[in-house]
């Protein structure tokens, strides 16, 4: 069990070593997206089989119902993945208690709707206008309690915007959040 924690903190200092890198590239132009067919459900469950460790290891769950009848778009797979494991890991980091997340999909019209939802700490009005924001991590008072750079959601908002799609956020306090992306299906 040690060496599997050891493996897994090494796997993620790893994994936010190449986000800054590839958030570098943003700043310099020097970043692409490959434009390939991407199966969001595919790549959903593979995201939820990462999670499995942490599912087990804080009691927490994470729920799936993907109704999408057209799930797939195109993208980078890579890029997108990272998107979505950004969101599902803020929904982790500001639960309270055991995490509760709940992905949903399904189609309006020519788009495939992503709804990532959880029962965290919520947030409120001036972070919810802030957290797309380079660098902003949400305090309190003059202490960061939260863990991180203040570039991942940045980082998500670039990626679905260089999709052509949209990405909006609803939260209250005490409740939780529903992160929502709307993505041109194939």
Not at 11 to 31: H, P, Q, S, T, Y
Not at 67 to 78: F, P, R, S, V, Y
């Amino acid at each position: 069990l040690h060496r599997v924690d050891r493996r897994q903190r090494q796997m993620c200092i790893r994994d936010r070593i190449e986000r800054v890198l590839e958030l570098a590239k943003f700043e310099r132009n020097e970043f692409h997206l490959k434009h390939q067919e991407v199966d969001v459900h595919t790549l959903i469950h593979e995201l939820c089989d990462s999670f499995k460790l942490k599912v087990n290891k804080e009691a927490g769950d994470i729920q799936l119902s993907l109704l999408a009848k057209e799930q797939t778009i195109i993208g980078d797979n890579m890029h997108f993945y990272n998107v979505l494991r950004n969101i599902v890991e803020n929904g982790i980091k500001f639960s309270d208690e055991a995490f509760r997340i709940k992905i949903e999909t399904e189609n309006l019209g020519s788009f495939l709707l992503i709804h990532v939802k959880d029962k965290g700490i919520g947030m409120d009005s001036e972070t919810k206008k802030r957290i797309f924001d380079r660098f902003y991590r949400r305090s309190e008072g003059n202490l960061h309690n939260t863990k991180g750079f203040g570039l991942g959601l940045n980082y998500v908002q670039e990626i679905i915007s260089r999709m052509q799609g949209l990405i909006e956020v609803e939260s209250k306090l005490g409740e939780g959040s529903m992160f929502s992306l709307k993505i041109p299906i194939a």
